[in-house]
């Protein structure tokens, strides 16, 4: 195999054209709107916990023990905290049981 695989190359410069051309289309789409359908922007509000689930969700579900916890620890300071504070709650467990559970 070749540093430069041309068929790799090329898969990465089509994904790349999908991608922008799917982001200049979906910003081009609703600037051409008046206003935006209550359905749309409910579906668009919907967007970031649907992203979210999809990188949470199989982290729980396949992550040890160790992951559980962490999550659910960071899930409870989340709902008081803010979300860097989440974020390091979550991370300091995860390392702390793995140092320390093995």
């Known amino acids: ?8 190359i090329a898969l990465i ?18 600037t051409q709107m008046g206003r935006i359908p209550p359905r749309m922007e409910a579906a668009l509000n ?3 916990a649907a992203v979210l689930t999809t ?3 199989p982290a729980f ?3 040890g023990i160790d992951t ?7 899930l409870a300071v989340g709902l008081r905290f803010s979300s860097t504070t ?9 390392m702390a049981w793995r140092h320390f559970a093995g």
């Open 86 to 94: 989440m974020l390091i709650v979550g991370w300091v467990v995860a």
């Open 68 to 74: 559980k916890v962490a999550m659910a620890l960071a």
């Open 46 to 48: 919907a967007v970031p």
């Open 61 to 63: 579900i396949n992550g």
């Open 13 to 30: 410069l089509a994904a790349a054209i999908v991608t922008f051309l799917t982001r200049v289309g979906g910003y081009v789409l609703i």
């Open 55 to 57: 990188l949470v969700a």
């Open 1 to 8: 195999m070749t540093l430069f695989d041309p068929y790799m």
